[in-house]
Every structure is written in structure tokens, then in C-alpha cells.
């Protein structure tokens, strides 16, 4: 028998978010380099708008795909049983194993499985793309939304908390698109229906 | 029987299209709109994407107008929270700030006003005043707590006799700033005409004479130095809302 390692549902998805997701990081770059709250700007030529207005109107665009494709994809997961299943985070002791594998090379990737690394990376960043989110929103509108941003502890620490989850999303975008490079299968899985590989471990 | 009716020749119809499409055109131009982008392609070099992104900012506009309450209230805070020293922001850098002579300077009113005489200082100080402690949330991200106290626009408006129904208020201000608001927020308890800045009349750099203080937009919308206000259903623009910062920012 043989199911997708990844289903179409979440192939669609993941390349929508993928899309809107790095318009508004790079929109928010542009968006930041109109008042750095730390002593660095993002490069011009790799900001989406290049100035501040242009940025924000990339950013409030795009802001309405991400919400879209996270909605579905937050209900798929949690309907269809993705999260439970492959994202649910295992116990400290099953992550230290397995990072320790990681770095030793001696952690198997199968498509379709996934590993107490890859559970805690993928469960942490969709947190991360949900704080930015509901920060986003508390600083696009901190009187009519005020309960939110009071929530986070007022607009300026909404505001840092904000660029801190970009910082996160970028690390983790980081290790992501290193790991696929290692891995070119994985991103062929996420394009085509490829096979789930089978579970050799008997996990 | 009647002999049927003659069939329209060619002519007759290219000249009703023709009709029909000067009329479709004007509507169009009258429209918020196309007055975005008759400004040109300020958000993207691609006309497309410039149109499109223009498209998004007036549906963004009619999101927030929709979330926007008049009876939520920008947070307060004491005085100990005030932000010192007060960030200086404009258009141009401080040396370039213009001072105009406080006994000769007028209010100017304009459009949907019924009683449009020009106000003098003494007038605007002798009327009800309003203080607060509120957020100033610069469109840039940095924001700081500033206090002000001057005249509710709701009241001033009423006063003098403003289509309260009308679209929007303009803001036209003597060193070359304009910028304008919907009329729900023009009429919100917490917009102000301010006099004063930390209970002091307004320095030059702060707006003096007389400034716009609204809570519930960005900074940009709070103008300084003001020269006229003119209530108007037609779309005023600005001078930041003309080159792609969103219209509505409200907070």
C-alpha cells in the first residue's frame, strides 16, 4: 500500500504560505528600515517595496493570503489528524536523542515520518507564524484591537515581540531550506505525490 | 398592425457606446480610485502590480473603516509616562520649520460648513478644552506618549455648523502639509484641535499654532501648523496619502 508522503491538501498549502509568507518578511524588511529598532537595516534590493509605503501595501496585501492559507491549513491539520499524528512534539528525552543523532548524521529522513527534531521544529515555527500573526494584528490596530495588544504587553513590546518571531521564522527557514538542499527528495515530495517511505523502525 | 420599428443603424450605435462608455469613464474617474492612480506608480515600477497593490490599500480602507468603533477609546496614560525628550517629525528637518504670527493667524473653514468665518486663537481658546495622554504611533513603527489638550473636533464641528454626514474632513496646513480623515473619526470623543503641548501653548515644532491630535490614526494624520479645514464629499487626499501610505491608518 502506498499514501502520499504529503497530501495534496497540504502541498497546495505549503507553497501558498510559502509565497506569502516570505512577501511579508521581505515587505517587513522594508517596513522596519523606515525606523531600525536595532543598529542594522535589511539591504534595499532584497526588501519587497524598497520603501516604507510600498512595504506596508505589499505587507496588508499579502497579510490577507497568509490568513486565508493558515486558516485552512490550521483546520486541515487539526480535522484531518496531521497535527496529532506528525507534528504532535515528543518528550525532551526522544528530541535529545534524536538532535543528537542529527548531528551525527545517524538520524534516518523518511518522507512521510517524522522525527522528534522535525516535530518540534514544524509544531515551533507554525507557533511562530501564529504569534506574528496575532502581533501583527495587535500592532496594525492597537486601540480597535487593544484587548490583543494589551495581551502582549503594549504596542512598542508587540512590536519587538513581532520582529523577534521574523527572527524566528528566518532560523528556521534557514536550517529548512539547508536541510532540503541535503535532502532534494523531500522537495520533490513536496511537489509531486511521492510515496510516504516505509516505516523500517517499526516506530 | 404597426410596421416594426427600424433597426438602429450602425452609426446610432456606436454613438450610444460611445455615450455609454464617456459616462462609465466619468463615474470611474470620479471614484477614489482612479485619483490614486492618476498619482502615478509611487508603490511599484510594474503599472500592474501598482494598480493592484493601489486596489488592496482602498479594500484595506474599507476593512478598517468597518473595524473602526467610535466608542473604543485610545488607552491613557499618566503623566509619568510621557516620553521626554518628544521625538521632532515632519516632512522636512527641524531647521526648516515654519512660524507664522499668532495675532494675524486665522482658521480658515471651507466646504460643507454652514457658518465658514475664519476663527482667531483667542476664539478657539475661549471654547471648551480637552486634555489627554495618549500613544503617538508613527506609520515608521516607533511610537512615544505625548500630552495634549485643545478643542474636540466633534465639538468645533457641530459648532460651526458641519455636514456631520459628509465623507470627509480636509486638512490643509501653511507649510505645505495636507492631509484629510473619514468623519466618524473626525467625530471621535478623543480627536482634538490641540493648543497646547504638555500643557504649554504649542511650540513651533510641535504644530503651533494650532495642530490636529487623533489617537486613533497613525501619527501622519495628526497635522501640524493648520491653515484650513474643509468638510468635503470629495475624496482630499494628502500629501503622504498621495505618494501610497495607506488613507484610512487608523489604529
Redesign the interface.
Known sequence: MSHPAHPLPIRIMHWIGALAIGCMMLSGWA??N??P?LPFVFPRAITL?GW???G???H??MM?LLFADGLAYLAYGFLSGHFRRDLRPRGPRAVLRDTLDALRFRLPHRLGHYNAVQRLLYSGVILAICLAVLTGLS????????WLT?LFG???IA?GIHLAMMFTIAAFLAVHLALVAIYPRTLVSMIASVSAESDEAGQ | MSAPRPLPGADAIRAELRRLSRRGLLRRGLSLGSLALLSGCDLSTHSGIDAALWAMLRFNDRVQAALFSPSRLAETYPASAITRPFRFNAYYPEWQVRTVDAATWRLELAGLIADRRPWTLEQLRALPQESQITRHICIEGWSQVGQWSGVPLHAFLSRVGADLSARYVAFNCFDGYSTSIDMPSALHPQTILALDFEEMPLAPEWGAPLRLRIPVKLGFKSAKNLQAIAVTNTYPGGYWENQGYDWFSGV
Not at chain 1, 500592532?139 to 487593544?146: R, S, T
Open positions: 517596513i522596519y523606515a525606523s529598532s517595496g516604507l509605503a510600498a506596508i501595501a505589499w496588508i496585501s490577507w500592532i496594525w490596530k492597537p486601540v480597535q484591537l487593544g494589551g503594549g504596542y512598542p512590536r
